[in-house]
């Protein structure tokens, strides 16, 4: 009777998870599952084919596992922990990659918190690790919402650089990327490429000349920091 009872549970979290409602539905998976309708929950989903441990209850906090043709579900009962350590906590058991919603106040919530979870497993570039937070991907999340509009902003920001050679435009971009990861200091960026700060500034003029955008002006840099998730997210990263 345990073991039918937690069959129901799962069937009723899968439902939520789908982001069904019904009068009711929270209530009774959560006497399936034995948690608080209203606790605080986040979802992970893990990409098809990531290698995945057995995960367990760990650290205070309640896992349930739920395995589909298009990936992994996990999905925690957090009580009255901090979200920030979850993706630590994960990569005990899956290296990634993977993502992570924002907490969801119940399970009628599990829906959209499974969604955005998806989002956030898009961020993640190809052969990238690691299981990502929503909350320290959001500019990449819009862009990965909106492929259409990504694909319109690379060709409108980087339509020059599409035209270079493969190896001069990869080079650029990863001046641009290293250049902004840190901090937009010449000198740093030169450190991470093994080249001199000067090398670095003349790249970066250059792709102020090609894409006729300045890295001084805000809503510029706005506009190429998106194209750059756009493109290093597409289907022909550099």
């Known amino acids: 009777m345990q073991l039918r009872g937690d069959e129901r549970g799962e069937v009723l979290l899968d439902a939520l998870l789908d982001g069904r409602s019904a009068p009711g539905l929270a209530a009774r998976a ?7 309708e209203q606790g605080r929950y986040a979802v992970v989903v893990l990409q098809r084919g990531a290698p995945a441990g057995q995960v367990m209850d760990a650290d205070g906090l309640r896992f349930f596992r739920r395995v589909r043709a298009e990936g992994e579900l996990v999905v925690v009962a957090l009580g ?19 993502g992570i919603g924002p907490v969801a106040d119940g399970l009628a919530g ?8 998806e989002v956030a497993l ?16 959001m500019p990449a999340a819009l862009v ?10 690379v060709a409108d920001v980087f339509g020059p650089l599409l035209a270079l050679d493969p ?12 250049w902004l990861e840190c901090g937009g200091s010449a000198g740093r960026a030169a450190g991470r490429l093994y080249c001199h700060r000067n090398t670095v500034l003349n ?3 250059r792709l102020e000349q090609l894409t006729s955008r300045s890295l001084s002006r805000p809503r510029e840099l706005v506009e190429m920091m998106l194209a750059l998730d ?7 990263p550099p």
Request: glycine share 8%; with cysteine.
């Open 30 to 36: 959560a006497a399936g599952l034995d948690v608080p």
């Open 80 to 98: 009255d922990r901090d979200p920030a350590g979850l993706a630590t906590l994960m990569a005990r058991w899956c290296p990634g990659p993977g």
């Open 110 to 117: 599990l829906g959209t918190a499974r969604r955005l979870a």
């Open 122 to 137: 898009l961020t993640c570039q190809p052969n990238e690790e690691g299981i990502v937070r929503l909350e320290e991907r």
């Open 144 to 153: 990965v919402s909106q492929p259409e509009l990504a694909a319109r902003l």
């Open 167 to 178: 190896a001069d435009r990869a080079l650029l971009v990863r001046t641009l990327d290293a």
């Open 203 to 205: 790249r970066l003029r």
């Open 230 to 236: 756009a493109f290093r997210l597409s289907a022909s």
